[in-house]
């Protein structure tokens, strides 16, 4: 049986109104993040993949300017 992945929230930190939460992950020994971008109506994956941290975050900056833009 497979285990379940729950989160686990390394950071979270609030960016142009949005909550952005880093989740860390461990897949085939290798660590991995994704990321979480919550508003007061929504919650979405904003980035499903990034090998690092850093990556993770800059990704997540640029999906809420983006989306902010429309």
């Known amino acids: 049986m497979s285990q379940p992945d729950y989160p686990?929230?390394?950071l979270s930190f609030e960016?142009?109104?949005w909550k952005i939460?880093?989740?860390?992950?461990e897949e085939d020994g290798q660590i991995v993040y994704?990321?979480?971008?919550?508003?007061?109506?929504?919650?979405v994956v904003a980035v499903p993949y990034a090998?690092?941290?850093?990556?993770?975050?800059?990704?997540?900056?640029r999906w809420v300017d983006y989306r902010l833009s429309q």
């Open 8 to 10: 686990q929230i390394v």
């Open 15 to 17: 960016y142009r109104g």
């Open 21 to 25: 939460e880093l989740d860390r992950s």
């Open 34 to 43: 994704a990321v979480w971008a919550n508003d007061a109506k929504s919650s």
């Open 51 to 61: 090998a690092s941290q850093k990556l993770a975050i800059q990704r997540a900056k």
